[in-house]
């Protein structure tokens, strides 16, 4: 099964997160650490700082992942992602207000107002396209004009605000950089029922699939899916961008390279889109960490790096 | 909490310019009266000599008083600190803070990526960017003291994790000449070096005397950066470019504008506002490495500003970006020495 290889795929990324980075474990070194709470170097490094990073990594990648898959289920479009569709860009312009107009608060309530952002944007997409009913067409077009005005007014907002300098390119390019138990214990409770969510919505997905008069005819409604599938999308953008900033590719990239996998039955697609974004961002932050240490490249860089040729692949061999 | 801190930041920097001013004005009384100027200036720089003698003095004796450890210290944040013992392991995470550490004669054990002077300190180990440094490679040098910069890491985000570690941290700061005699003093203090220390400051306020002795009264600047667009950005009072043109007594026709635009301290400026301040001297500093266009070359290509009066009189100067931009700090008595150099040429 793929779901399985994509498990171990994962499991031997996480491994190699925490054996690798400015400071190479050997096995047995990191196992240590991992095991034994002696308060030693090896402990400090796998426990303190390289679990949890990854930890992040894989709630972030997940989210992202099924916000993708459940974004293009709902609109049709095999385009869609919370990046295009501005969910991302809402969240980040929350992110930044926070980050700029409260310069000493709280991650919790960091998190909090990131998480509003991102229902507010998927909020504001779906009022938008609702006319009597929602329409697919309408839907991706307020997106794309949404995603373009959020995404200006964070810049505008970086600008302006000397404050928020140094911390704009890790921001706006999306990166892990010093996130730690904490950020996971604060995203964990979002993402996790989230994603539980989506998966048992996933049979309505199914007949959303086959168009909405005969979705309707099967007694599914249609309007009220979309709209629970919104707020999923909009709390797991939230999650994310409050941990990892705008880290774009990964919502568009899951659910392709899923579907290549696994076909178009939603209730196989979305769990693995969870896995494959898992995968993308644990993998990209695994290498964003090395390639240039001790410093860092913005891991939003290689989630386009690794995606883009991929899903180009996709696009010209595949189907 | 982190608000009063940056209350206090804000008080001590302001305190500080407001020291710089006074001084200033002081310099300026005397030369009112009926002495010629040039007397008068070099009167000055021998009682500053004089000064300087006696400070070097102090300076002896107060190397024989040793730091007594523990030691609790104030540092440039507001933050009150203890240090167990001398430390040994120091790391150093902006080039600010490495070279206020190796000019002290302490070693540096890790430095942040872009950190290239003193030489000795480029072969300490690499600890990561300044904005990014790496925890790892920290924790794996076990240090005993942490020097951070209070312009670059004072954000909750990089200030915690820092913090955390359980390793002391000192946030050192060289935003203006009375920020870094204090500096001195605290990095004196904790390293053990209160002569070296005071011996810096001596020097440091030899160096003021005599750029702001030499550089002829009245004379007007500006200090412009450009960003790629070519839009221009002068530094105003609270840089560390418009601090030394205070030091020295020029007066800088930016001083009192409030940052506008991505870089603090710098202000924007429109060209038309430029041609209208019109100052004798304009410094140029660029900051992309040759071979790209300096700015001063650049300012001379753009037709209205031929008719500055800075432009006429050849006195559009290229400014050295470490001295005046990237590393504000223990090198002040260079840009202080070229600063009174190029405003005092014909």
């Not at chain 1, 949890?52 to 992942?65: K, S």
């Amino acid at each position: 099964m793929w779901t399985l290889a994509l498990l171990g795929a994962l499991v031997v990324v996480g491994m190699l997160s925490i054996i690798m980075g400015a400071i190479m474990l050997g096995l047995p070194d990191a196992i240590r650490g991992l095991i034994h709470d002696n308060g030693e170097f090896e402990r400090l490094v796998v426990w303190d700082l390289r679990l949890p990073r990854f930890l992040d990594a894989v709630l972030v990648g997940a989210a992202l992942g099924v916000s993708g898959a459940l974004l293009q289920a709902v609109t049709r479009n095999p385009l869609a992602d919370p990046t295009i569709l501005g969910v991302s860009a809402a969240a980040g312009l929350a992110l930044a207000v926070g980050l700029v107009l409260f310069p000493g608060i709280d991650r919790e309530w960091l998190a909090v107002i990131t998480i509003l952002g991102g229902l507010v944007g998927a909020g504001v997409l779906l009022s938008m396209a609702w006319q009597g009913a929602i329409s697919s067409i309408r839907l991706t077009l307020a997106g794309i004009a949404i995603s373009a005005f959020f995404g200006a007014a964070i810049v505008g907002l970086l600008a302006s605000s000397t404050t928020f300098l140094e911390l704009s390119l890790g921001f706006l390019a999306g990166g892990l950089y010093g996130s730690d138990w904490r950020d996971a214990q604060i995203v964990a409770p979002i993402v996790i029922p989230a994603v539980a969510i989506a998966i048992a919505l996933t049979p309505r997905l199914n007949a959303l699939a086959l168009g909405d008069e005969l979705a309707a005819g099967l007694g599914v409604l249609t309007d009220r899916t979309r709209l629970i599938a919104l707020i999923l999308v909009g709390a797991l953008t939230g999650a994310a961008v409050s941990v990892a900033g705008l880290v774009s590719f990964v919502g568009l990239v899951s659910p392709h390279v899923s579907r290549s996998l696994v076909g178009e039955d939603q209730r196989y697609l979305l769990p693995t889109s969870a896995l494959t974004g898992a995968l993308l961002v644990a993998t990209a932050d695994l290498v964003a960490r090395l390639v240039i240490r001790p410093s860092e490249l913005p891991m939003g860089i290689l989630t386009a790096a690794v995606g883009a040729p991929f899903l180009l692949y996709l696009v010209r061999f595949r189907r | 909490m982190r608000d009063s801190r940056m209350m206090r930041f804000a008080l001590v920097g302001t305190a500080g310019l407001a020291l710089l001013f006074g001084a200033a004005c002081s310099d300026d009384e005397p030369e009112a009266t009926s002495t010629p100027t040039a007397t008068e200036a070099a009167a000055t720089a021998t009682t500053e000599a004089t000064a300087t003698a006696e400070a070097t003095e102090t300076a002896t004796e107060a190397a024989a008083e040793e730091t007594v450890y523990p030691v609790e210290v104030t540092d440039m944040l507001g933050r009150t600190v203890t240090i167990e013992a001398e430390p040994t392991t120091i790391v150093t995470l902006s080039p600010t803070a490495a070279e206020f550490v190796a000019i002290l004669g302490a070693e540096v054990a890790g430095r942040s990526s872009s950190t290239d002077f003193p030489p000795e300190v480029v072969d300490a180990t690499d600890v990561g960017s300044a904005y990014q440094p790496n925890q790892e490679v920290i924790a794996q040098l076990n240090p005993d003291l942490i020097v951070a910069d209070a312009t670059i890491h004072a954000a909750p985000q990089l200030r915690e994790p820092l913090e955390a570690s359980g390793i002391p941290v000192i946030f050192v700061t060289a935003a203006n000449i009375g920020d870094m005699t204090t500096t001195y003093e605290l990095m004196g203090t904790v390293l053990n070096k209160s002569g070296e220390a005071a011996e810096q400051i001596a020097a440091v306020d030899a160096a003021a005397a005599e750029a702001s002795s030499s550089v002829p009264e009245g004379v007007s600047a500006i200090l412009l950066i450009a960003d790629r667009d070519n839009t221009l950005y002068a530094a105003n009072a609270g840089s560390w470019a418009g601090a030394l043109l205070d030091e020295v007594g020029a007066e800088n026709v930016a001083g009192g504008e409030a940052d506008s635009g991505p870089y603090p301290g710098f202000s924007s400026v429109a060209p038309e506002v430029l041609l209208q301040w019109d100052p004798d001297y304009i410094l140029a500093v660029t900051p992309a490495p040759e071979p790209a266009p300096r700015l001063s070359d650049i300012l001379k290509q753009i037709p209205p500003f031929a008719g500055l009066s800075a432009m006429q009189n050849d006195h559009v100067v290229e400014m050295d970006l470490q001295l005046f931009l990237q590393s504000p700090g223990p090198r002040v008595i260079e840009a202080l020495g070229a600063l009174s150099e190029t405003l005092s040429a014909e």
